[in-house]
């Protein structure tokens, strides 16, 4: 049950619909409450607040809802929480403008730009160029060369959520600085 709601959640997101990811990850959260599954239910919490992030919503509630989850992931020593909540709550920070907050929360979440998965790759990208403008072009020529080598190898759920969702977001920080007069080299 817990993975199908969590693959529902990437198909929507896939579709472009963020409202009914958020939807359906807010169900199987009060589910997993409901069934007292707490393991399932901290994934369920960050995929809306991941869902939330595409969609760009009310980033202060985001930033402080995976704050409280890091809390939670650091007492039960769930390290792979620990990073995406940390990520996540990054990607928040950056949406309400504090580049400074941001780049602390990021700090420890930077090891996700290793990940084996494109999406957490892609968005550990995105929120490592938001808050490093000395290395911001290279951060996303690394999202540019992962996009490209993945694009040539593989076409599974998560790797299309992943395309869908991040790509059209590196593509216009970098096409907004080269607009600018001052952009980051």
């Known amino acids: ?48 607040l991941e869902a939330m992030g595409v969609a760009g919503q009310r980033p202060r509630a985001r930033a402080r809802l995976a704050s409280a989850l890091r809390e939670v992931a650091t007492q ?50 995105w929120v490592a160029a938001q808050t490093d403008s000395e290395r911001a072009r290279e951060w996303l020529e690394v999202a540019a060369g992962d996009i490209a080598a993945t694009q040539k190898r593989a076409a ?7 395309m869908a969702v991040h790509s059209s977001n590196l593509a216009s920080m970098d096409v907004g600085w080269l607009t600018r007069a001052d952009p980051p080299m």
Do not use: C, Y
């Not at 990811?21 to 199987?28: E, G, K, Q, T």
């Not at 990054?90 to 941001?102: C, F, R, S, Y």
């Not at 599974?156 to 992943?162: E, I």
């Open 1 to 48: 049950m817990g993975e199908i709601d969590l693959e529902l959640v990437r198909a929507a997101l896939l579709s472009g619909n963020s409202a009914e990811a958020i939807d359906v990850a807010s169900r199987a959260t009060r589910g997993f409450l409901a069934r007292a599954e707490g393991g399932w239910r901290r994934r369920s919490v960050l995929a809306t």
């Open 156 to 162: 599974g759920l998560d790797v299309r959520t992943a």
């Open 76 to 125: 039960t020593e769930d390290q792979s929480l620990l990073r995406r909540s940390l990520l996540v709550e990054a990607q928040a920070l950056v949406d309400l403008g504090d580049t400074k907050a941001a780049k602390a929360a990021f700090h420890d979440a930077e090891p996700l730009i290793g990940s084996p998965l494109l999406s957490t790759r892609l968005q550990a990208l």
